[in-house]
């Protein structure tokens, strides 16, 4: 089931929002008018939502909702009052909560995409990764990192199954993909949030074995917009090249370089994602994180996420009735 609208009243907001977000209570801020476009989708288990707003409010009260709530932000961020005391949120974090605290979200102006796990479907997967011996956390509430590997494969995960759940195309094949996409989201955010099910990948997935490896890391992320080489993470790791390419791969499955590019991949995608149209170009958006070769850059990116830049940019995948692009010009995934 899909809804999709705009509306300057709040109320309209939370009676149209409902099977995606229960028990959420939506108010305009202080100062300002309050303004939403929302896109909203619900799912066998969970509930998923593009939101585009000026001067929100969302408030959920413990007992008023049984899910758990990711937050990703796409542009322009929000702020989690926790406990009286600020949070911010950007386009590098995510914010996750089960709902058994209160739950305060705010923002002048932001675009997030937000996927509502009822909690009944999210203990029952855990159940069943752990073979019945672990559930979920009583207490969940953490701020997690896009760019680390367990954050950044969370992130392709749900934007994959966005993408797969906005297909109009229905078709009892489409379904089957829809629901391993679901499968997936739920598997990585269980990861990310540092469920273990006992076996060693789980273990080795969340642990920085190696404090050099973790300087790499962290210096790649600040300097996504900067070059970068192989000789740049020797030096800052302290390893030579061959320890350093072992590290990775060991942790990550993949070289420096590789992990160098899917960061900057990431870091294209969601600024394309929450990017308004007419504000920036497909051009302007990869060279700012490193991308010259645009015929490689736009191949990549198609490989990745399964749509070419400008479908992100235009939002082509998910808005109907947008005008079709493609990036180069005469190029498409589809």
Known sequence: MRTQFSTHDPDVMVENV???APGAAIEKRACGRFSARVDAIRLSGLGLMRISARNIRVKIEPGDAAFTSLNVPLQGGFDIDRFRRCESYDGDSAFVQNLDRPFDLSSPSTSVLVANFDDSYLKTTASKASHGER???SHLRKKLSLSSQSGARLWRALYALWLRAGDERC???????VSEAQDKVVDALLLATGFDDGSPESFVARQNAFTALKRAEDWILANLDQPISRADLCD???????????????CHGQGPMQFVRDRRLDAVQRTLLGAERGETTVTRVATDFGFYHFGRFSRDYCRTFGESPSETLYGQAHLPGSIRNSWPPGRSCR
């Open 18 to 20: 409902a099977l995606a």
């Open 135 to 137: 559930g979920l956390p």
């Open 171 to 177: 078709s009892p094949a489409s379904a089957l993909a």
């Open 236 to 250: 800052v790791s302290g390893l030579q090249l061959r320890a350093l390419t072992r590290a990775f791969s060991n």
